[in-house]
């Protein structure tokens, strides 16, 4: 992990891997999953999608015979593998991730949770990038709201959708309201 961090992704890769093997020997498969993500994540910082998501499909499927289909660690590993298939530009396959992690926080945490306001940012960002403005708005919106809602901290998420909705109103011909949403992202 520290290795990954400071960008020696070969050197994290063959410690992970070394990591996963002991893990495997330990019959320990709550940690296995989350070695197997983070061997993911580095196969993605390296631009490595499909054995990135060969990390997150297995790390899914571990979670899913150990936890349950109803767990915050079966939608974290949905999000990761949105956001490969997002990396990607595999659309309709991260919406389709993106769905289901959306899905299982939204029952697990309600509707106003943070960790929900999360996947709504990255399903309005997908829709950004698609050019569907209405849906990406939608979806923004309702990330602006929750944290609005929960008086989270302003920080660099809450920022860039609020420039992103800006961009959002300028593309529609709305000049005001793209700058009430630059001013205050500013």
């Known amino acids: 992990f520290v290795q990954a961090k400071r960008g020696e992704l070969d050197e994290a890769l063959s410690l992970l891997w070394d990591a996963l093997r002991i893990r495997k020997l330990q019959e320990d498969n709550i940690k296995i999953s989350e070695t197997l993500k983070n061997i993911g994540n580095v196969h993605r910082e390296k631009e490595e999608y499909e054995l990135a998501i060969e990390c997150y499909e297995e790390c899914l499927k571990i979670r ?43 029952r697990l945490f309600g509707p106003q949770d943070e960790s929900v306001a999360a996947v709504l940012q990255y399903m309005g960002t997908l829709e950004f990038h698609a050019k569907r403005l209405d849906r990406a708005l939608q979806l923004l919106n309702d990330f602006i709201n929750i944290r609005e809602g ?9 920022v860039n959708v609020l420039f992103m909705i800006g ?11 793209a700058q009430s949403c630059w001013t205050e992202a500013y």
């Open 64 to 106: 899913k015979a150990e936890l349950g289909d109803e767990h915050e660690k079966v939608a974290d590993a949905y999000v990761a593998i949105g956001n490969v298939q997002s990396d990607m530009e595999k659309r309709k396959s991260a919406m389709s991730s993106y769905q289901e992690a959306l899905q299982i926080r939204r």
């Open 150 to 158: 929960l008086n989270t901290e302003r920080d660099g998420d809450y």
């Open 167 to 177: 961009n959002i109103h300028k593309m529609e011909g709305d000049e005001e309201q």
